[in-house]
T-cell receptor, first 112, second 112 residues
Framework: EPEVTQTPSHQVTQMGQEVILRCVPI?????FYWYRQILGQKVEFLVSFYNNEISEKSEIFDDQFSVERPDGSNFTLKIRSTKLEDSAMYFC??????????FGNGTRLTVT | KQEVTQIPAALSVPEGENLVLNCSFT??????LQWFRQDPGKGLTSLLLIQSSQREQTSGRLNASLDKSSGRSTLYIAASQPGDSATYLC???????????FGEGTQLTVNP
């Protein structure tokens, strides 16, 4: 069964550094999402992407965050200048029709 | 603003028991409700999706119900097995393609 893949599985970075989290969505899907889960907290929505543009973003998704679909297969989340509070598990998801979401296994980001 | 609450936060049962997990939400204007399973260090696996016009969905030993008027959904697991041990999350979408709002999850342990 096709699946969403995320790399790396774990990323450690220093505060103030830029990080790029990568995702390969399921190939015929049209809707793409990033969510995050801080340890011990709820899964939170960050951003959705459809038709090559952001369709919705949360209040968390400020100017430090950006998303890109550079080549028709990858979907990336960039954090420009990481903060300690950005430490979380970041999940990519995709959906064919914007109804049932398929999630990747996540990237654990640790900011030191 | 939609709020999703799951009770109980944790549940431990002996193998073979039937059990019910609860999810409540504050705004009944939803598009669909999904139940997910999350294993430690892994992504989210979609178990059941109920559209707002539906009352329940079944898959194997799992049955999910939806009562929009009372703002509740339940996930029923029949004849529980140790392999069912995981965290179960419910999540709502308010429109097609829109963000999912998650509950905190119920951590289920099924003891052999």
């Amino acid at each position: 069964e096709p699946e969403v893949t995320q790399t790396p599985s774990h990323q450690v970075t220093q505060m103030g550094q830029e990080v790029i989290l990568r995702c390969v969505p399921i190939s015929n899907h049209l809707y793409f999402y990033w969510y995050r889960q801080i340890l011990g907290q709820k899964v939170e929505f960050l951003v959705s992407f459809y038709n090559n543009e952001i369709s919705e973003k949360s209040e968390i998704f400020d100017d430090q965050f950006s998303v890109e679909r550079p080549d028709g297969s990858n979907f990336t989340l960039k954090i420009r200048s990481t903060k300690l509070e950005d430490s979380a598990m970041y999940f990519c998801a995709s959906s064919q029709q914007g109804v049932r979401l398929h999630f990747g296994n996540g990237t654990r980001l640790t900011v030191t | 603003k939609q709020e999703v609450t799951q009770i109980p936060a944790a549940l431990s049962v002996p193998e073979g028991e039937n059990l019910v997990l609860n999810c409540s939400f504050t705004d009944s204007a939803i598009y669909n409700l999904q139940w997910f399973r999350q294993d430690p260090g892994k992504g989210l696996t979609s178990l059941l999706l109920i559209q707002s016009s539906q009352r329940e969905q079944t898959s194997g030993r799992l049955n999910a119900s939806l009562d929009k008027s009372s703002g509740r959904s339940t996930l029923y697991i029949a004849a529980s097995q140790p392999g069912d041990s995981a965290t179960y999350l419910c999540a709502l979408a308010e429109t097609s393609g829109s963000r999912l709002t998650f509950g905190e999850g119920t951590q289920l342990t099924v003891n052999p």
